[in-house]
């Protein structure tokens, strides 16, 4: 059993993105001999991460409640709803505070060539909440990376057939980008230069 536990533990690091074979090797050799203490509080923290969090029933982000903290928020604007694609997007705009609306989180984008489709990231669920009356203006804050942009172009298509007003983040986020390694300010400025979709 003792053989198989680095394999495994190495194995398991990988999963990581941009993790490889060495620097997953590094990780493990490094929390076994220099902080094992370290190693037991990640391994406590992630099966508690794997137990406790889940998907908020509104906006679909990370949360450890049926309903996340901003979108419980009364100080929110609830006539402007936020796409992105994942919780570090969120995180993102968030730390711009330029934004002060509600999000929905995609969780991933279109994407035919991997199999990833309209089901998958929940595009009925997205429209079911920016029609129920409230939403006024839908911001698509997708990447722009090429299926970023075409989950763009999907949802802002299916939300002008039903009436809402879509607008894009301005071109000042760089294209190819992900808004998780955007400076704030470019993320703040194409908030406020967002455009009709």
Do not use: W
């Amino acid at each position: 059993m003792a053989e198989t536990a680095l394999p495994a533990l190495v194995e398991a690091l990988r999963r990581l993105p941009g993790v490889g074979v060495k620097s997953a090797s590094r990780m493990a050799y490094h929390l076994l001999q220099h902080d094992r203490e370290g190693a037991v509080r990640l391994a406590h923290a992630l099966t508690h991460a794997v137990e406790g969090v889940r998907h908020c029933s509104l906006c679909h982000t990370f949360t450890e409640e049926a309903v996340c903290p901003t979108c419980r928020d009364p100080r929110r604007d609830r006539a402007k709803l936020c796409v992105v694609e994942t919780p570090a997007d969120q995180a993102a705009v968030e730390r711009t505070q330029a934004y002060a609306g509600l999000y929905f989180v995609l969780m991933g984008r279109l994407s035919p060539l991997d199999g990833i489709g309209p089901r998958d990231i929940g595009l009925a669920k997205l429209f079911e909440r920016a029609t129920g009356g409230e939403v006024q203006e839908v911001i698509l804050a997708t990447n722009f990376t090429a299926e970023g942009e075409a989950t763009a172009h999907v949802i802002g298509e299916a939300l002008k057939q039903r009436g809402l007003q879509v607008t894009r983040l301005a071109r000042g986020v760089p294209a190819g980008s992900e808004l998780e390694y955007v400076d704030l300010g470019t993320i703040a400025h194409a908030l406020v230069d967002r455009r009709s979709s």
